[in-house]
């Protein structure tokens, strides 16, 4: 598990003037750049997004033992890079976050695809992006159930460090002073409760 990873990305947020998943903010953030082409809110949007879409891939590779950092690195720079060329199709600008949200859903389908035939990241087939309606980011219902459940059978000390980290997205940092345990303890936590929730099978169907 890239505790490193989480971590960096951690410090990236705290750079944001609002929180990561206040959609609102990020939206109307997107509509004010669209109308005036600030380039401070060019900055804001663009490190938004990459932490979003890094957030994004990095909550699957804890699901998916056999990913790469190389297949992680891979697939973020291929979603960040989608959302930069492809601004022009965003059909409805106040719905920015949802949009980013099916880039990400639809290149996470592409790369399953393309690791099953075995063929490169890059020569994955294109995106129609106009398929698929917007979601949100954490696509409320099913799969925060089976999460919420697959936590639920875990034992009491991982349990709770769980739901900081993955339920209320707090860093490790933030979960050691909540809960008074060392750094190393919560790491040490996190990663045995993340083996854990690969061995369960519903939770590895819904996010699959």
């Given at each position: 598990?890239?505790?490193?990873s989480?971590?960096?990305?951690?410090?990236l947020?705290?750079?944001?003037?609002?929180?990561?998943?206040?959609?609102?903010a990020?939206?109307?953030?997107y509509?004010?750049?669209?109308?005036?082409?600030?380039?401070?809110?060019?900055?804001?949007?663009?490190?938004?997004?990459?932490?979003?879409i890094r957030?994004?891939f990095?909550?699957?590779?804890?699901?998916?033992?056999?990913?790469?950092a190389?297949d992680?690195?891979?697939?973020?720079?291929?979603?960040?890079?989608?959302?930069e060329?492809?601004?022009?199709?965003?059909?409805?600008?106040?719905?920015?976050?949802?949009?980013?949200?099916?880039?990400c859903?639809?290149t996470?389908?592409?790369?399953?695809?393309?690791?099953?035939?075995?063929?490169?990241?890059?020569h994955a087939?294109s995106?129609?992006?106009?398929?698929e309606?917007?979601?949100a980011?954490?696509?409320?219902?099913?799969?925060?159930?089976?999460l919420?459940?697959?936590?639920?059978?875990l034992?009491?000390?991982?349990?709770s460090?769980?739901r900081?980290?993955?339920?209320?997205?707090?860093?490790?940092?933030?979960?050691?002073?909540?809960?008074?345990?060392?750094?190393?303890?919560?790491?040490?936590?996190?990663?045995k409760a993340?083996?854990?929730?690969?061995e369960?099978?519903?939770?590895r169907?819904?996010f699959?």
């Open positions: 598990m890239p505790y490193s989480f971590e960096s990305l951690d410090e947020v705290a750079a944001l003037p609002f929180r990561l998943d206040d959609i609102s990020i939206n109307a953030t509509l004010r750049w669209h109308a005036s082409r600030n380039a401070h809110e060019r900055e804001v949007i663009q490190l938004w997004t990459y932490c979003f957030r994004y990095l909550v699957k590779f804890v699901q998916e033992a056999s990913w790469s190389v992680l690195d891979a697939i973020i720079e291929t979603a960040f890079r989608k959302t060329t492809r601004e022009t199709q965003i059909r409805e600008p106040s719905r920015y976050a949802s949009w980013v949200s099916v880039v859903k639809n996470f389908r592409n790369y399953l695809r393309s690791k099953r035939h075995q063929i490169p990241l890059e087939p995106l129609s992006l106009a398929a309606p917007p979601v980011y954490n696509e409320p219902g099913t799969r925060q159930r089976a919420a459940r697959a936590i639920d059978k034992p009491p000390h991982l349990r460090c769980v900081l980290r993955f339920l209320s997205g707090l860093s490790y940092a933030e979960i050691a002073q909540r809960t008074g345990r060392p750094v190393a303890t919560i790491r040490a936590f996190i990663y993340i083996k854990r929730l690969r369960d099978a519903e939770f169907k819904n699959e």
